[in-house]
């Protein structure tokens, strides 16, 4: 039997879903139509009902399927995973029940988690998650989708009985105070085949271990946007974050080093590591973005009071980009000319057509930080991988 721990804002979400499914999906297939947001806000029909498209995007879903109290720890161990949408949810759940480091997490930050898309079949994947794990929860729904996703998703089997996505916390200890923090988008979200309203948020959470408190960040930073965007989304998370706790903020910042904003500053942007070295970009860009190219993110941190250097694996990838994968050719080729794979894949002909990103990542504030890892076999060597991501871990020790 389930137990939640703050009931009223369940049984509202639940009927607010409810409205999502039975009011406003019918009207999706006509607003599918427009070419930008601008358009959109101007339709009659869509500004009626954006007050409580707002409304239902943003909204903390928060619940407790825990039986009994955690223990007493002298360190508790923080996850961090994009799940890739749940799309391999079984896997997943299997792999958090068993795997050798994902069993022992006590928190774990999930960002690309669906709730009623066709392409995770029409799971609740956060909340069924904890479910089954027997965990707390709070998931912040961040996107209303209009169409089942990108590149082979489009053609997933089914419809979408809600179209949200979003981001999750999950812990074995009382979550007590959940926090979303609106981020602007890269992109407009209704350029291009994969039609969305809203935007992204972060999502923290006040953890309360037995010993210990602390305030935990989930973050997922736009992909489809510039250096810059990443840095100001990151600004607006540290601004609008309410704790005087220690920290702990990760997930996927995305730094892959270039502005992907538009096709053609990413194309630019390719070149320029092409003069650059390709050996040199890799060993030196891609693994270490706070170098160079996404500095500025970095550096803010810091003054903010942050770590990052002791709190992860610097170096280490936890995602690779594959020239030769069908499913993200199809994803980017969505916006990105045919002809850009060709000297991608020239470019990547001494490495096996594959590159290596650092682009998930921990930071700490007032924490005592060890043991970072980057959990590979997740991904790498599977003929179905359970993510694009590698999960990445860290220890909080109490003081």
Known sequence: MSVIEHPETYLNIRATYRRVKEEFAEHFPRWLKYASTKELEANAEYAALAPEITQVLGHCDTGNFACAAAPLKPSYRVIAWNLERGIQYEAQLEALRSHAYLKTGDVFLLTETDLGMARSQNRAVAQELARELGMHYTFIPCYLNLAKGSGLEYHAVGENELG????????????????????????????????????QHALAADIDFPNYGMTAVCVHLDTQSSQRHRRDQMRDILDGLKTDRPVVLGGDWNTTTYNASRAFYAIMGYWLRIFMGVENVIRNHFLHPYRHFEKELFALLESRGFEYRRSNVLGERTTTYDVTCGKTRQNLGEWVPGWCFAFIRWALRNHGGTCPLKIDWFATRAVRAENPVVIHDLREGLVQPLSDHDAIGLDVFVP
């Open 164 to 199: 949200l996505h979003g981001n999750a916390i999950l812990s074995r200890y009382p979550i007590r105070r959940a926090q979303a923090i609106p981020l602007k988008n890269g992109i407009d979200k209704m350029v291009g085949r994969e039609k969305r309203l809203g935007h």
